[in-house]
């Protein structure tokens, strides 16, 4: 595997290639929200968790070194994603499975390093019908919320009844974002990371070849409103950026078609929209307007399937890895022309 301290640059990065120690593919690598663990999973049904090893100023130079902390057996089939809560929950993190289970885990820092009992179940979520592929923790100023998608098509959120109690989770809101849809087709999430917009997911729909923008209306349903257009293959990945002070918001796809798309969302009032879909945001009773969604570029420079997208923490570099086993960085000038800035390759 390659890991990068999340506080670096892409100019002045340093990475660090190490054994995942798995015994079969991994599937997923996420940060916390600090960088400095990692959490990987994979087919051999389990998760580890990596730590980066503090270095004093005179080490400041020597490449970054991760360490395992734990590791354990987590479930009974592949594990296709894991998810680390925002710090204000506590050390948490949700897995999903071929198994077609959501597993929520907490940290228990009075037992040992590499116990194997670190982290502790805490919660078994058992809805879906087919393998749930995808997971994130919603924003922290929305609760201890969990979006899933799983291949039966539907995309589920779960609430936390008491964050100091984690294991009972409610089922808040379900819809069916991709009717019909077969084992194959992948799901992918997104939530929405402003404060000032009302709670929404852009979702990729499987074979649909579309992502869409849902948003939670005043009678608690999750409606479709916008789509991100022109894709010519299944979206594989969605990533919505954090926004530091843009007038306007990005969303990264990444799909079977081997492009890397970025889009741009400007809010339009309700006197710029037509009378239906006025008429539409009264009855759910939701904020009138609606997103004027642009494609701002689109790279097929992975001249393969694009297979992950992911934003740093402030929302100014992407991240894209693909069947041709790159990690490619992208980032965009002050006029909003987005190119890719650097290529790390697997050896």
């Keep these: 595997m390659l890991a990068q301290s999340k506080l670096n640059t892409p100019q002045d990065a340093s990475f660090a290639a190490f054994k995942a120690d798995h015994d079969d593919v991994v599937h997923d690598v996420e940060y916390d929200y600090y960088g400095k663990r990692i959490a990987t999973c994979s087919s051999d049904q389990r998760i580890k968790v990596w730590r980066l090893k503090e270095s004093s100023a005179a080490d400041a130079e020597m490449t970054p070194e991760w360490t395992t902390v734990d590791s354990w057996k987590a479930h009974d089939g592949s594990i296709a994603k894991v998810a680390w809560a925002h710090p204000e929950f ?191 945001q009264t009855a759910a009773g939701i904020a009138k307007g609606k997103w004027r969604v642009e494609l701002a570029s689109s790279f097929n420079d992975h001249q393969s399937e694009v297979w992950r997208v992911d934003w740093n923490i402030i929302g100014t570099v992407l991240s894209s890895c693909g069947l041709d086993g790159t990690v490619r960085l992208w980032k965009s000038t002050y006029l909003g022309d987005w190119s890719c800035c650097n290529v790390i390759n697997s050896e």
């Design 90 to 280: 506590g050390n948490v993190i949700a897995s999903c499975s071929l198994d077609r289970t959501v597993k929520i885990w907490e940290e228990h820092e009075n037992e040992p390093l590499n116990s194997g009992r670190r982290w502790k179940l805490k919660a078994t979520i058992a809805d879906c019908k087919a393998m749930v592929q995808g997971i994130e923790f919603a924003p922290h100023h929305l609760g201890l919320k969990l979006a899933t998608c799983s291949a039966d098509g539907w995309v589920r959120i779960y609430e936390a009844a008491d964050i100091m109690n984690i294991a009972n989770w409610t089922l808040s809101g379900e819809f069916e974002a991709a009717p019909g849809s077969k084992e194959t087709d992948q799901l992918c999430i997104s939530w929405c990371p402003s404060r000032l917009q009302p709670q929404q997911l852009v979702v990729g729909c499987g074979d649909q070849n579309v992502a869409r923008i849902y948003r939670l209306t005043a009678n608690n349903q999750w409606t479709a409103f916008e789509h991100l257009p022109k894709h010519l293959g299944q979206v594989t990945d969605v990533a919505w950026a954090p926004n530091m002070g843009r007038s306007y918001q990005l969303i990264a796809t990444g799909c079977k078609d081997n492009h890397v798309r970025f889009y741009k969302l400007t809010w339009e009032d309700a006197s710029k929209t037509d009378e239906a879909v006025r008429l539409a």
